[in-house]
């Protein structure tokens, strides 16, 4: 530290003694231009860094509520099952992936929920697990998964579709408000 006060002292010594007025004109400019960037910069960063923890919260969102339809799918059927363990696991791991994959749709409201409760600062766990099952069930009714599978295949329909998609997406809710809706609108307060 006292070395880089010893060379700014020194340098700005040396600036003085060849132009006085041209160091302090400049110095001048320097202390009212410099400020404006920071300030502006502060405010975008502070945008970008809540961008990024609401995507990075969406995902993390995404992955809850998939486990929670996976282990919703599987777990009555579990004891059942008369396979081995390995095709066990491997429907279980697949259940899980479709499920993330089926909560892409719901991206788009998911967003919408996430805008309103950015610019109204709503930091309610209540709010966001009621937009999570919203969400779901807008998906469950909008996809109709259920009746193309039945109608295609002889895989058995999911028991309590409805009450497992409504809890599926209340718990993305609430693990996306322990991620990001704790903080909905904090950015603005910079």
């Known amino acids: 530290m006292a070395?880089?006060?010893?060379a700014d002292v020194a340098g700005y010594s040396?600036?003085?003694s060849v132009d006085e007025e041209g160091t302090l004109?400049?110095?001048?400019?320097?202390?009212?231009i410099l400020p404006l960037p920071l300030h502006w910069q502060g405010k975008h960063m502070s945008l970008l860094g809540r961008i990024i923890v609401i995507i990075f919260a969406v995902i993390v969102a995404?992955?809850?509520a998939g486990v929670a339809l996976a282990i919703?799918?599987?777990?009555?059927?579990?004891?059942?099952?008369?396979?081995?363990?390995?095709?066990?696991?491997?429907?279980?791991?697949?259940?899980?992936?479709?499920t993330s994959f089926v909560g892409a749709v719901a991206m788009a409201p998911a967003f919408v929920l996430i805008v309103l409760g950015e610019a109204l600062r709503i930091r309610s766990f209540i709010y966001y697990g009621v937009a999570g099952a919203l969400v779901a069930l807008a998906s469950y009714f909008g996809s109709d998964v259920s009746m193309l599978l039945?109608?295609?295949?002889?895989v058995p329909?999911?028991?309590?579709?409805?009450?497992?998609?409504?809890?599926?997406?209340i718990i993305g809710g609430v693990a996306y408000w322990l991620i990001a809706g704790r903080k909905a609108g904090a950015w603005r307060a910079n």
């Open 72 to 98: 919703g799918i599987v777990a009555p059927d579990w004891a059942t099952m008369d396979s081995d363990p390995v095709e066990r696991v491997s429907f279980f791991v697949v259940s899980f992936f479709a």
């Open 3 to 6: 070395a880089v006060l010893a």
């Open 14 to 16: 040396r600036l003085m």
């Open 157 to 169: 329909p999911v028991e309590h579709a409805l009450p497992l998609a409504a809890a599926a997406g």
């Open 25 to 32: 004109a400049a110095l001048k400019v320097r202390a009212m």
């Open 150 to 154: 039945e109608n295609t295949t002889d």
């Open 62 to 64: 995404s992955m809850a």
